[in-house]
């Protein structure tokens, strides 16, 4: 499906994080390993690998990787392209998933009216049930919405902010008004790589209007290739451009950026890394 990307990607001067990459998924089976490797030298610190699929062995997958690697975390859950697939062991396989200690989050999931591979209503109710499932294990989530905010927007109001709970916009394209209105819920706002592309310049106004203790960074891999490897096989060390083009919005240098990034990531996952002791 895609040329694969042989290039480590532009080295950053500091850390960087990739909130959402799919690599669990086939396009990655032939050289993973050397992918992670490549983002390490790119400078990326810490992976969110999303498991998503019509069943538990493509959901479960990203908590393989994520066990197997240093600084690698999972998420998963029903994607609402999958919603019709759903069944109630599904649920409790996410249960069970959740319970690990490398998962940070259940998704992506929400609500997708641009392809409708789901009915609207099958895809709501199924977004209901993994908010409700994300409330009693004290989870965040993490969102896919497309074409569907005004829907999407009542239902976190009616069933998730009142949990206290967190979010992530995944790969935001909604409207300012949709972003802060998300962001009073609790909400995170993360941006890919079609930030960087030609005909994004709506998108780049709404991201310059997002405070930037809000921000995250992904790549979505291996879709979304930012400019300049559209048409190649996205991956985490392209992210350096997502983050990039954050900085430039908002006035910042690289190093600013990455650093108010990485703050963001860790604290909303609570993530606190040991100073080594003096001496080791």
Not at 245 to 270: P, T
Request: aromatic share 8%; charged share 20%.
């Amino acid at each position: 499906m895609f040329n694969q990307q042989l290039t480590t990607g532009r080295e950053y001067p500091a850390p960087l994080v990739d909130s959402h990459c799919h690599l669990a998924d086939p396009e990655f089976d032939a050289d993973r390993d050397q992918v992670i490797a490549r983002a390490r030298k790119a400078g990326v610190k810490y992976l969110l690998v999303i498991g998503t699929g019509p069943s538990y062995r493509e959901i479960g997958a990203a908590l393989t990787v994520a066990e197997q690697n240093e600084g690698v975390y999972a998420a998963g859950g029903i994607h609402p392209h999958d919603a019709g697939h759903f069944s109630g062991a599904a649920l409790s396989e996410l249960r069970q998933f959740a319970r690990s200690p490398k998962c940070l989050a259940l998704g992506e999931i929400g609500l997708d009216y641009h392809y409708q591979n789901s009915l609207r209503k099958i895809q709501e109710e199924i977004l209901i049930q993994q908010l409700e499932l994300a409330r009693e294990v004290t989870l965040p989530v993490i969102i896919h919405c497309r074409d569907a905010w005004p829907a999407f927007r009542a239902i976190i109001k009616e069933h998730w902010r009142s949990s206290a709970l967190r979010g992530i916009l995944h790969c935001f394209s909604g409207s300012l008004e949709d972003a802060f209105d998300l962001i009073d819920c609790g909400f995170m706002v993360s941006f890919a790589g079609n930030l960087t592309f030609k005909n994004a310049g709506g998108l780049r106004e709404t991201a310059k209007q997002i405070p930037v203790e809000r921000l995250l960074t992904e790549t979505d891999s291996p879709y979304l290739a930012p400019v300049p490897y559209r048409g190649k096989r996205n991956e985490p060390a392209f992210v350096s451009e997502v983050a990039g083009q954050l900085a430039l919005l908002h006035g910042l240098s690289n190093e600013e950026m990455a650093a108010q990034l990485l703050g963001n990531f860790r604290d909303f996952f609570g993530i606190h890394e040991t100073p080594p002791r003096e001496g080791t």
